[in-house]
């Protein structure tokens, strides 16, 4: 049985410290760890330091979404490090890789997806068609296959849950940074959450300082953005796979440090 950690999307310095205390103690409870962290640095984009410093915590692939665009300093880091994932269905030309194998530490190897929904988000290309072509690619190297779906709208996540039932091992949820209640084995045998939620400062909205957020929502200025401090909140799942790529389980992680 291969068990697989996936955390919540890493929101700056305080969700970098969190998932560092969380693997310092449990990493070796797993075969591989996968981790969104497009919002890492400050609070919005990933730089390469950051990048290096989250690979050294002991997670193996960096998924992200719609703000690994946010820190240029990135791009050509996504050209050389095939770790770090954007969205697959960005248009051709957009630089670095949608998909990736990597090795679980007993030698498995593991196929990783990365995908953005289209409701509510930037256009981008179909998700579907998309997942099915980076799927038909990875297989021929990976039984096991995860896809981070960075989407909004849960309808469209579920739709990707069930669209992929039974071709992948599991379809995570992530974006919205709010952990759903919906941890399931769909009939195919692919696990599934709608939003595995946020690794950050849990008194916040959604990781950014609340006062900020309440002035947007109040005025209608769009004051920048700033990560929140204090008591954190680390989300993430764990996922047992058995070789064949087949989810026996799947176990939702909410744990405020």
Known sequence: MVKILLIGDIIGK??????????STHKKEFNLCIANGENASGGVGLIPKTADEIFDLGVDVITSG??????KDIIPYLETNKNIL?????????????SCIVKTDTGIPV????????????IVDCPFRKALEEIEQVK?????????FHAEATSEKVAMGRFLDGKVSAVIGTHTHIQTADACILPGKTAYISDVGMTGPIDSVIGVEA??????FLTGIPYGMKPSTGKGLLNAAIISVNEDG?????????EEC
């Open 111 to 122: 196929g990783v997806v990365n995908l953005s929904g289209r409701v509510f988000m930037p």
């Open 66 to 71: 719609n703000h690994i665009w946010d820190k």
């Open 211 to 216: 006062e900020i957020v309440l002035k947007r």
């Open 140 to 148: 021929k190297h990976a039984r096991i296959i995860i896809v981070d």
């Open 86 to 98: 954007r969205p697959a269905n960005y248009p051709p030309g957009a630089p670095g890789f949608g």
């Open 246 to 254: 087949k989810a026996e389980a799947i176990q939702s992680i909410r």
């Open 14 to 23: 305080a969700g970098r410290s969190l998932a560092k205390n969380y693997l």
